[in-house]
């Protein structure tokens, strides 16, 4: 997960360390991914040079030159993903692994696992830790209105790479195929009863 990497080496930048060092080892999702795309399609092949839809390898370039300009100039893009990327997942993400789970028919137990976390505190407290953290980390940035509003643009930037990412599939029809899944999935144990 390229946004580990580049959260792992930007972690001199004062601003990514206060962010990271306190959330890293709950926010990593590359193992838990791998895992998820393993259950969806158990012949795939992992490895760096795996092929990458368009979206996601603009992406992925896209928090690879965050983090290259972060280590070059001390800013905190990185720090824009995050808010997008995590606060996604910890917020409506954990409502989207049992839709995620019926619809992909997954009968293994804690698919998807990118969405799901083990919290130190309950969920709640945590979301409002890690948000602190996040003000904090701007915060750190204070004196250089550059840095927050490279920081912002970045989230949006984020926030859009991740509106390609899911739409670039054939939508509509993978959404009828979801949709009968969870229906199918949600009714059938009932009708069991």
Same mark, same amino acid.
């Given at each position: 997960n390229n946004n580990n990497n580049n959260n792992d080496n930007a972690s001199?930048? *004062? /601003?990514?360390a206060h962010f990271w060092n306190r959330h890293s080892e709950i926010l990593r999702r590359a193992d838990k991914l791998k895992s998820d795309?393993? &259950?969806?399609?158990? %012949? =795939?092949?992992?490895?760096?040079?795996? =092929?990458?839809?368009?979206a996601t390898e603009e992406y992925r370039n896209a928090l690879r030159d965050a983090g290259t300009k972060d280590r =070059? $100039? #001390? #800013?905190?893009?990185?720090?824009?993903? /995050?808010? *997008?990327?995590?606060? +996604? &997942?910890? @917020?409506? #993400? %954990? !409502?989207l692994g049992t839709p995620t789970r019926l619809a992909l028919g997954l009968e293994i137990d804690g698919s998807p696992r990118q969405y799901s976390f083990t919290f130190p !505190? &309950?969920?709640?407290?945590? !979301? =409002?830790?890690?948000?602190? $953290?996040?003000?904090? +980390? #701007?915060?750190? @940035? $204070? &004196?250089?209105?550059?840095?927050?509003? $490279?920081? !912002?643009?970045e989230a949006r930037a984020a926030f859009g790479h991740n509106v390609k990412v899911y739409s670039e599939e054939p939508f509509v029809l993978d959404s009828v195929i979801g949709v009968k899944n969870i229906i199918s999935g949600w009714l059938m144990p009932k009708l069991r009863l």
């Open positions: 001199t930048n *004062t /601003a990514i795309i393993l &259950d969806i399609s158990p %012949q =795939e092949t992992l490895s760096l040079s795996s =092929e990458y839809s368009t =070059e $100039d #001390g #800013g905190g893009r990185l720090l824009g993903h /995050a808010y *997008t990327r995590y606060l +996604a &997942d910890l @917020m409506g #993400g %954990q !409502v !505190v &309950d969920r709640k407290k945590y !979301v =409002e830790d890690l948000y602190h $953290d996040l003000n904090e +980390a #701007g915060r750190l @940035m $204070d &004196d250089d209105e550059v840095r927050l509003e $490279d920081a !912002v643009v």
